[in-house]
Protein backbone atom coordinates (compact mmCIF):
# COMPACT_ATOMS: atom_id res chain seq x y z
CA UNK A 1 0.00 0.00 0.00
CA UNK A 2 1.10 3.74 -0.18
CA UNK A 3 1.28 6.04 3.04
CA UNK A 4 2.54 9.20 3.49
CA UNK A 5 3.24 11.11 6.89
CA UNK A 6 4.19 14.62 7.46
CA UNK A 7 3.20 16.79 10.36
CA UNK A 8 -0.45 18.58 10.17
CA UNK A 9 0.45 22.28 11.83
CA UNK A 10 3.81 24.04 12.24
CA UNK A 11 4.37 27.43 13.37
CA UNK A 12 7.36 29.48 13.40
CA UNK A 13 8.20 33.13 13.86
CA UNK A 14 9.50 35.02 10.88
CA UNK A 15 13.04 35.42 9.97
CA UNK A 16 13.28 31.59 11.74
CA UNK A 17 13.76 28.32 9.69
CA UNK A 18 11.50 25.72 9.66
CA UNK A 19 12.29 21.76 8.77
CA UNK A 20 8.84 19.50 7.69
CA UNK A 21 9.33 16.13 7.70
CA UNK A 22 7.71 13.94 5.13
CA UNK A 23 7.77 9.87 5.54
CA UNK A 24 6.57 7.91 2.97
CA UNK A 25 5.59 4.25 1.46
CA UNK A 26 4.85 3.73 -2.07
CA UNK A 27 5.39 1.61 -5.15
CA UNK A 28 7.29 2.55 -8.05
CA UNK A 29 9.10 5.77 -6.54
CA UNK A 30 10.80 7.84 -8.93
CA UNK A 31 11.29 10.86 -6.89
CA UNK A 32 9.83 13.28 -3.75
CA UNK A 33 8.27 16.40 -5.12
CA UNK A 34 7.35 19.39 -2.78
CA UNK A 35 4.14 21.26 -3.38
CA UNK A 36 2.96 24.84 -1.65
CA UNK A 37 -0.62 25.97 -1.41
CA UNK A 38 -2.53 29.13 0.05
CA UNK A 39 -5.93 29.36 1.27
CA UNK A 40 -8.06 29.00 -1.75
CA UNK A 41 -5.08 28.70 -4.50
CA UNK A 42 -3.91 26.17 -6.16
CA UNK A 43 -0.70 24.11 -4.98
CA UNK A 44 2.50 25.40 -7.00
CA UNK A 45 5.44 23.34 -7.16
CA UNK A 46 8.33 23.88 -5.27
CA UNK A 47 10.97 21.63 -5.90
CA UNK A 48 11.73 17.76 -6.87
CA UNK A 49 14.50 15.63 -5.50
CA UNK A 50 15.13 12.24 -7.73
CA UNK A 51 18.35 11.31 -6.11
CA UNK A 52 19.81 11.48 -2.71
CA UNK A 53 20.81 14.84 -1.10
CA UNK A 54 20.04 18.17 -0.79
CA UNK A 55 18.16 20.36 -3.37
CA UNK A 56 18.85 24.30 -3.22
CA UNK A 57 16.75 27.18 -4.78
CA UNK A 58 16.72 30.03 -2.83
CA UNK A 59 15.02 30.21 0.46
CA UNK A 60 14.11 26.99 -0.09
CA UNK A 61 15.75 23.33 0.04
CA UNK A 62 14.89 20.10 -0.27
CA UNK A 63 16.31 16.65 1.32
CA UNK A 64 15.51 13.27 -0.02
CA UNK A 65 16.92 9.68 1.64
CA UNK A 66 15.45 6.92 -0.67
CA UNK A 67 17.11 4.20 1.80
CA UNK A 68 14.94 5.94 4.79
CA UNK A 69 12.05 6.61 2.62
CA UNK A 70 13.13 10.00 4.10
CA UNK A 71 12.76 13.92 3.10
CA UNK A 72 12.19 17.31 4.33
CA UNK A 73 11.34 21.04 3.03
CA UNK A 74 13.55 23.16 4.80
CA UNK A 75 12.43 27.14 4.42
CA UNK A 76 15.13 29.89 5.57
CA UNK A 77 14.55 33.17 6.46
CA UNK A 78 10.55 32.88 6.89
CA UNK A 79 8.72 35.76 5.92
CA UNK A 80 4.53 36.10 6.22
CA UNK A 81 3.64 34.88 2.94
CA UNK A 82 5.35 31.40 3.64
CA UNK A 83 2.17 31.12 5.58
CA UNK A 84 0.62 28.22 3.40
CA UNK A 85 -0.13 24.64 3.25
CA UNK A 86 2.81 22.47 2.09
CA UNK A 87 2.56 18.60 0.42
CA UNK A 88 5.16 16.44 -0.04
CA UNK A 89 4.32 14.10 -3.23
CA UNK A 90 6.07 11.07 -3.92
CA UNK A 91 5.27 9.39 -6.99
CA UNK A 92 6.06 7.68 -9.99
CA UNK A 93 6.38 8.73 -14.06
CA UNK A 94 4.42 11.90 -12.91
CA UNK A 95 1.83 10.28 -11.19
CA UNK A 96 2.24 11.90 -7.31
CA UNK A 97 0.44 11.08 -4.51
CA UNK A 98 -0.32 13.60 -1.82
CA UNK A 99 -0.98 13.46 1.85
CA UNK A 100 -2.96 15.96 3.88
CA UNK A 101 -0.12 18.48 4.33
CA UNK A 102 1.34 20.55 7.02
CA UNK A 103 -0.11 24.15 7.32
CA UNK A 104 2.59 26.72 7.90
CA UNK A 105 2.21 29.44 10.16
CA UNK A 106 4.44 31.95 10.32
CA UNK A 107 3.64 34.93 13.06
CA UNK A 108 5.67 38.45 13.79
CA UNK B 1 -4.08 33.62 -19.57
CA UNK B 2 -3.81 30.28 -17.73
CA UNK B 3 -2.08 27.69 -18.94
CA UNK B 4 -4.37 25.81 -17.47
CA UNK B 5 -7.95 26.83 -17.89
CA UNK B 6 -10.65 24.73 -15.47
CA UNK B 7 -14.85 25.79 -16.00
CA UNK B 8 -17.00 26.48 -14.23
CA UNK B 9 -14.88 27.96 -11.33
CA UNK B 10 -17.59 27.31 -9.43
CA UNK B 11 -20.71 25.09 -9.56
CA UNK B 12 -23.89 24.54 -7.26
CA UNK B 13 -25.90 21.65 -8.20
CA UNK B 14 -28.64 19.62 -7.09
CA UNK B 15 -28.16 15.72 -5.82
CA UNK B 16 -29.21 13.69 -8.87
CA UNK B 17 -27.97 16.12 -11.85
CA UNK B 18 -24.89 15.33 -14.00
CA UNK B 19 -22.51 17.86 -13.81
CA UNK B 20 -18.85 18.04 -16.18
CA UNK B 21 -16.19 20.18 -15.33
CA UNK B 22 -13.87 20.74 -18.52
CA UNK B 23 -10.11 21.75 -18.10
CA UNK B 24 -8.47 23.23 -21.02
CA UNK B 25 -4.28 23.17 -20.94
CA UNK B 26 -1.80 25.61 -24.06
CA UNK B 27 0.59 23.60 -22.36
CA UNK B 28 1.16 21.08 -24.62
CA UNK B 29 1.86 18.20 -22.04
CA UNK B 30 0.85 14.62 -22.90
CA UNK B 31 -0.20 14.19 -19.64
CA UNK B 32 -3.24 15.49 -17.84
CA UNK B 33 -5.09 14.73 -14.36
CA UNK B 34 -7.76 15.17 -12.33
CA UNK B 35 -7.63 15.84 -8.12
CA UNK B 36 -10.16 16.40 -5.46
CA UNK B 37 -9.61 18.30 -2.50
CA UNK B 38 -11.69 17.61 0.76
CA UNK B 39 -11.19 19.85 3.82
CA UNK B 40 -8.26 17.66 5.66
CA UNK B 41 -7.70 15.15 2.92
CA UNK B 42 -5.45 16.51 0.93
CA UNK B 43 -5.39 15.90 -2.60
CA UNK B 44 -6.76 12.68 -4.02
CA UNK B 45 -6.35 11.69 -7.41
CA UNK B 46 -9.68 10.94 -9.76
CA UNK B 47 -8.12 9.85 -12.99
CA UNK B 48 -5.28 10.31 -14.88
CA UNK B 49 -4.48 10.75 -18.80
CA UNK B 50 -0.86 9.66 -20.01
CA UNK B 51 -1.59 10.09 -23.77
CA UNK B 52 -4.92 10.82 -25.61
CA UNK B 53 -5.70 6.98 -25.65
CA UNK B 54 -4.66 6.19 -22.22
CA UNK B 55 -7.08 6.67 -19.37
CA UNK B 56 -6.52 4.76 -16.13
CA UNK B 57 -8.22 5.25 -12.97
CA UNK B 58 -7.26 6.77 -9.53
CA UNK B 59 -7.78 6.24 -6.19
CA UNK B 60 -11.03 7.58 -5.65
CA UNK B 61 -12.54 6.83 -9.49
CA UNK B 62 -15.85 5.63 -8.00
CA UNK B 63 -19.08 7.86 -9.37
CA UNK B 64 -16.51 9.55 -11.73
CA UNK B 65 -15.95 9.40 -15.33
CA UNK B 66 -13.34 10.99 -17.97
CA UNK B 67 -13.09 11.54 -21.78
CA UNK B 68 -9.97 13.00 -23.02
CA UNK B 69 -11.02 15.17 -26.04
CA UNK B 70 -7.62 16.43 -27.21
CA UNK B 71 -4.22 16.45 -26.03
CA UNK B 72 -5.14 19.48 -24.51
CA UNK B 73 -8.53 18.90 -23.28
CA UNK B 74 -9.75 16.40 -20.29
CA UNK B 75 -13.40 16.71 -18.62
CA UNK B 76 -14.37 15.12 -15.40
CA UNK B 77 -18.24 14.08 -15.22
CA UNK B 78 -20.27 13.33 -12.38
CA UNK B 79 -23.04 11.08 -13.94
CA UNK B 80 -25.45 11.40 -10.63
CA UNK B 81 -24.27 14.11 -8.48
CA UNK B 82 -24.51 13.37 -4.68
CA UNK B 83 -23.56 15.50 -1.36
CA UNK B 84 -20.42 14.00 -0.67
CA UNK B 85 -18.98 15.01 -4.17
CA UNK B 86 -19.09 18.31 -2.87
CA UNK B 87 -15.53 19.65 -3.36
CA UNK B 88 -12.56 21.75 -4.62
CA UNK B 89 -11.39 19.68 -7.99
CA UNK B 90 -8.28 20.57 -9.89
CA UNK B 91 -7.04 19.20 -13.13
CA UNK B 92 -3.42 19.51 -13.82
CA UNK B 93 -0.87 18.33 -16.59
CA UNK B 94 2.67 17.53 -16.76
CA UNK B 95 4.75 17.13 -19.57
CA UNK B 96 6.89 13.46 -19.92
CA UNK B 97 7.21 13.79 -23.68
CA UNK B 98 11.51 13.94 -23.03
CA UNK B 99 10.63 10.47 -20.66
CA UNK B 100 12.23 12.29 -17.66
CA UNK B 101 10.25 12.34 -14.75
CA UNK B 102 10.30 16.02 -13.24
CA UNK B 103 7.76 15.90 -10.14
CA UNK B 104 6.31 18.97 -11.55
CA UNK B 105 2.54 19.12 -12.10
CA UNK B 106 0.62 22.24 -13.52
CA UNK B 107 -2.32 22.57 -11.23
CA UNK B 108 -5.75 25.33 -12.84
CA UNK B 109 -7.27 27.66 -10.29
CA UNK B 110 -9.75 24.54 -9.10
CA UNK B 111 -13.34 24.15 -9.58
CA UNK B 112 -15.35 24.33 -6.46
CA UNK B 113 -18.62 22.06 -6.65
CA UNK B 114 -21.23 22.06 -4.30
CA UNK B 115 -23.77 19.11 -4.68
CA UNK B 116 -27.19 20.22 -2.31
Known amino acids: GQSLEQPSEVTAVEGAIVQINCTYQ??????LSWYQQHDGGAPTFLSY????GLEETGRFSSFLSRSDSYGYLLLQELQMKDSASYFC?????????FGTGTQLKVEL | DADVTQTPRNRITKTGKRIMLECSQTKGHDRMYWYRQDPGLGLRLIYY???????NKGEISDGYSVSRQAQAKFSLSLESAIPNQTALYFC???????????????FGEGSRLTVL
Open chain 2, 49 to 55: SFDVKDI
Open chain 1, 49 to 52: NALD
Open chain 2, 92 to 106: ATSDFSSGVNTGELF
Open chain 1, 89 to 97: APGGGNKLT
Open chain 1, 26 to 31: TSGFYG
